[in-house]
């Protein structure tokens, strides 16, 4: 019996020191902007992607790495686009729809061969965030993804990939809010 007990607890000790902690995520951009409207309206339609960073998509192009996030990269948009877009006009409404987040690594099949994989871990390769929107105001109705893309090695710590995807979540609100206030220019 103590045998069996002493299994059980070594296995679960194994199994919760490689679980990997949630990277936190904040529910504001690093600024805030204004759109000339009176009213903005934020309807999350996304849904959470279920492939991690650490599970092995064959793949050459981009691999999706949405998981691990807390709350999940679609969330944590939503909230920055209601907490960091401000409604400063005196009329009119702008209705924003999300429909998709994502968070992409660049890879090719060759990255998942074990030996061959080893001699690629320095490469740069690109990183890339994301996001499907409607954009829809009185005028007009528009679908559209905005993107931010960098090349660079693998990132070394969760801290590192935190800051870019803050960094990359606050690109793509400043594009949605310059889109927004200039619809016409942003064509």
């Known amino acids: 019996m103590k045998k069996h007990l002493l299994l059980t607890v070594t296995l679960l000790l194994m199994l919760t020191a490689c679980a990997r902690l949630p990277i936190h995520l904040q529910d504001r951009a690093a600024e805030s902007h204004q759109v000339p409207f009176q009213k903005l309206i934020v309807d999350n339609l996304s849904t959470t992607a ?6 092995i998509v064959y793949v050459n192009g981009w691999a999706p ?3 691990g996030f807390e709350p999940p990269l679609n969330e944590a948009f939503v909230s920055k686009i209601k ?3 401000i409604a400063t006009g005196v009329s009119g409404r702008v209705d924003v729809s999300v429909l998709r987040v994502g968070f992409f690594v660049e890879k090719n099949v060759a990255d998942d061969v074990v030996l061959i994989g080893m001699f690629m871990l320095g490469r740069e390769r690109g990183f890339k965030c994301d996001a499907d929107v409607n ?5 007009e109705s528009r679908r559209m993804t905005l993107s931010h893309e960098i090349r660079r090695p693998y990132f070394d710590d969760d801290e590192q990939v935190r800051t870019f995807v803050e ?3 606050s690109d793509l609100i400043k594009q949605l809010a310059n889109t927004i206030s200039n619809p016409l220019e942003s064509r």
């Open 83 to 85: 907490n960091s877009i």
């Open 50 to 55: 279920k492939i991690g960073v650490g599970e």
């Open 135 to 139: 954009v829809k105001t009185d005028n």
């Open 65 to 67: 790495a949405h998981s």
């Open 167 to 169: 960094t990359c979540q």
